[in-house]
């Protein structure tokens, strides 16, 4: 079994992906919008041009998946945070600052007694991040 994040955006799905594909140096392996697929007829003619689903693909076998939820189907992202887990330093600290970039930091990017960095922030698109850099063991 595996487990993957699917994000619930309010029609920037695909800006938040190409930001996150870029930050995390992962690849959009699918990015389907609602036009010329049955979904089509269940969303407002505006938000056809919107997601139906996307694919992010990065690291060592991750995924993140995400849609344009129409705002009828929309909940506020909150009571989650998706979790980064690192034990580069720099790498840890320069996906911290992008995601942070134009967002909230909730917990600076500091040393903690549990790891050699942590930080908590929710992005410009409101996805809640935790980057955590792991003490060696």
């Not at 959009?28 to 505006?46: K, R």
């Not at 979790?83 to 903690?112: C, H, W, Y």
Request: hydrophobic share 40%; glycine share 8%.
């Amino acid at each position: 079994m595996k487990m993957n994040p699917y994000l619930a955006f309010s029609g920037n799905c695909e800006e938040a992906f190409k930001y996150y594909e870029k930050v995390l140096g992962g690849k959009i392996v699918m990015m389907v919008p609602h036009a010329g697929t049955p979904a089509e007829e269940h969303v407002p003619a505006e938000w056809r041009d919107k997601i139906m689903h996307a694919r992010l693909e990065f690291g060592d076998g991750q995924v993140l998946m995400g849609a344009d939820a129409p705002p009828q189907f929309r909940t506020t992202m909150s009571g989650f945070s998706i979790s980064l887990q690192f034990t580069d330093i720099p790498e840890a600290e320069r996906i911290f600052n992008a995601l942070a970039e134009k967002g909230q930091v909730r917990m600076p990017f500091a040393k903690t007694f549990w790891a050699e960095r942590f930080g908590m922030l929710i992005d410009r698109f409101g996805t809640p991040w935790m980057v955590n850099c792991e003490k060696p063991a």
